[in-house]
Each structure stands twice: as structure tokens, then as C-alpha cells.
């Protein structure tokens, strides 16, 4: 029976990475067994075509290159790592934590549609990765919310001027971000206020938060 896949999702910004990273740290210190893996694998030859895509090969806006187009660049990059490293192990049981996943897509190529085609383009995502590729669904998905204005701020702290076709685009930021709250609610993800009352939270307060969750469904599962 393949076991549980937690995704740390969240616009660009929102601190996915520093959360992953916590997450990491605190399934070593309870000594729960699980591997990890992080999207989009920058440099690996299955990544060749998303990175071209983020470096503006194909165009320098986000909806240069269309939603379908794009979101087979980074499918192929997860299908390539799930059957090279974690196909067998998640198959048996094994716990699964990701930094981004087929979530991704869902957040950021869905923004570039009218939202009457959102529909549609999810079922077709969704079918193609799950069904199609045959890559596991998720089991729990955590999406951080991060205000827009907050996360322009910690961009152009974190990067400046550089940064990819997406973290560039505030507008196409805000656009994901407000698409991203309605997939929460049409698919259950779980979503993390990370600035409540427009103040960020420290980053062990947001992890306590998403803490809390895993706990209660590993221990459903058994894990």
C-alpha cells in the first residue's frame, strides 16, 4: 500500500522552502522515517525545458508559453524523479515530503486562464499527472498564504532585479495567489495564514501550525 505524499505549497515568496526545511528537520527529531524531494530540480536533464521556460527563453511574461505547454515542462520533471528515486520506496510505504508538486501547476499555470477555463484545465492536469504519468496524488497539501504586498517585499529583499519570468510578475503573483485560495477550498488543501492580521508570523509559529496537521495524519496512518 503506498504510503502518505505532504506537499508545501505557496506562491512564490511565502516561505516553502524555509517550512520544507523545518518540516525535514522535525520528522528527524520525532524519528520518523521519510524521503524528500524538491521541485523544480534545477540543472537535472529532465529540467532542461522549465528552465528555459523561467529563464524567458520562449518569452519574457508567464503567458508566453500556455498553461498546458508549460505545466508538461515540469511534469516530466517529477516523473522522471518518481521513477528514478522515490517510485519504490513510496510504493511500499514509504512517507513522501515535497516542496512543490503537480500543485504547482495547479497554482501557477491555472492563473493564466479566464477562471471559467480554471475548471477544465485542473480536471485535465490532474488526469494527465495522476492517471496519465501515473504519479501518486498527494495525501496532504499545505498551501502558505502569504499576502501579495508581503511577498513582493521578501522577493525584492531575497533577489533584487533577478528572479524568474514568475517572481517578476507581481501582477501574475497576485493572480496565483487569489486563484490558489479557490483551489484550497475545491480540493481540500489546507490552507496556512502566514500573516493573520498582516504581520508575518515567526517561522516556528508557522511551522507549529503545520506541525499539528502532520501529526494527526501520520497518526491516522499509522506511521
Known amino acids: 500500500m503506498a504510503g502518505e505524499l505532504i506537499v508545501i505549497e505557496g506562491t512564490d515568496g511565502s516561505g516553502k522552502s524555509t517550512q520544507f526545511a523545518r518540516l525535514c528537520q522535525r ?60 517510485q519504490e520506496y513510496h510504493q511500499k510505504g514509504g512517507l ?14 491555472a492563473a493564466k486562464l479566464p477562471q471559467k477555463e480554471n475548471g477544465p484545465f485542473l480536471d485535465w492536469l490532474f488526469d494527465f499527472e495522476y492517471n496519465k504519468l501515473g504519479l501518486p496524488a498527494p495525501t496532504l497539501v499545505f498551501f502558505l498564504d502569504m499576502p501579495a ?8 529583499k531575497r533577489q533584487g532585479n533577478e528572479g524568474d519570468i514568475h517572481e517578476k510578475d507581481h501582477d501574475y503573483l497576485s493572480r496565483c495567489r487569489e486563484g490558489a485560495l ?42
Not at 149 to 156: I, P
Open 27 to 86: 520528522l528527524q527529531q520525532e524519528k520518523i522515517d521519510f524521503r524528500k524531494a524538491i521541485f523544480p530540480r534545477y540543472h537535472q536533464p529532465s529540467a532542461a525545458l522549465l528552465e528555459m521556460y523561467l529563464g524567458g527563453a520562449f518569452g519574457t511574461k508567464p503567458e508566453s508559453v500556455n498553461p498546458y505547454a508549460a505545466s508538461t515542462f515540469f511534469a516530466v520533471d517529477r516523473y522522471a524523479s518518481y521513477k528514478t528515486d522515490w
Open 96 to 109: 513522501m515530503l515535497c516542496d512543490r508538486y503537480t500543485t504547482s501547476n495547479a497554482v501557477h499555470q
Open 149 to 156: 504586498n508581503l511577498t513582493f517585499q521578501l522577493l525584492q
Open 182 to 223: 479557490e483551489i484550497c477550498r475545491r480540493y481540500g488543501w489546507q490552507i496556512i495564514s502566514c500573516a493573520p492580521e498582516g504581520t508575518p508570523l515567526t517561522v516556528e509559529q508557522i511551522h507549529e501550525k503545520i506541525w499539528e496537521q502532520v501529526r494527526h495524519r501520520l497518526g491516522q496512518a499509522g506511521q
